[in-house]
Every structure is written in C-alpha cells, then in structure tokens.
Nanobody, 124 residues
Framework: QVQLVESGGGLVQAGGSLRLSCAAS????????MGWFRQAPGKEREFVAA????????YDADSVKGRFTISRGNAKRTVYLQMNSLKPEDTAVYYC?????????????????WGQGTQVTVSS
C-alpha cells in the first residue's frame, strides 16, 4: 500500500513558477515509478510526467516539455514537479500517482495509487 499526499498548489500569474510535492507513505516507495496527472474543469484527466523507480528515466507530455521537470528523492519518499513558464491552460487539479511505466504508443504511467490532488490556478 502506498498513500500519496500532494502539496504546493496555488494561484500564480502566467509566466510564474510553482513546485508541487508528493509525499508517500509506506516502505515500498522505491518499488514504484511515479508520475503526475492533471484534470482541468470539464476535461479528462491527462498524463503530465513520469519518472522511473531509480529516477534514471523521465517521460513528459508534449504540452509541458521544456517547462515542467519531474524528480524524486527515494530517501525522502517524495516526488516533485517543478513547473516553470506557467500558462493559463495549465490550470487544473494536479494528481500524484504511483505505478508502472508502460509504452502505449507513447510512454505513460499505469497508476495503482492516487493522491487527492492539489489545485493549480494560473491567471492571465
């Protein structure tokens, strides 16, 4: 079992930055690949980024490539999402997830566990 708790969301102006954190409980954190998803109002949840168990492989959605960076600290059982150059279209609830990385034409995180989400709002 893995429990995930996100933090770091908030309101920021376009062009600004935020850093999301996701703290995981359980001793098996390093056994899971980790990722971030987001869901905007009226839209389906979409994949944002994923990082392998060791942190050696990272996968980003095209919409955030070059702006968002995922990282993890296995000793602290925490995964981060550094978000720079934020745009109003990045406004969404951001979810942390734990699972395995799969290739379904593009790389994706097949999640077993989800956090409760943290709101990110980017004003224009």
């Amino acid at each position: 079992q893995v429990q995930l708790v996100e933090s770091g969301g908030g309101l920021v102006q376009a062009g600004g930055s935020l850093r999301l954190s996701c703290a995981a409980s359980g001793r098996t954190f390093s056994s899971y690949s980790m990722g971030w998803f987001r869901q905007a109002p009226g839209k389906e949840r979409e994949f944002v980024a994923a990082i392998s168990r060791s942190g050696g492989n990272i996968y980003d959605a095209d919409s955030v490539k070059g702006r968002f960076t995922i990282s993890r600290g296995n000793a602290k059982r925490t995964v981060y999402l550094q978000m720079n150059s934020l745009k109003p279209e990045d406004t969404a609830v951001y979810y942390c997830a734990a699972g395995r990385i799969v290739n379904v034409g593009s790389y994706y995180l097949d999640a077993d566990y989800w956090g409760q989400g943290t709101q990110v709002t980017v004003s224009s």
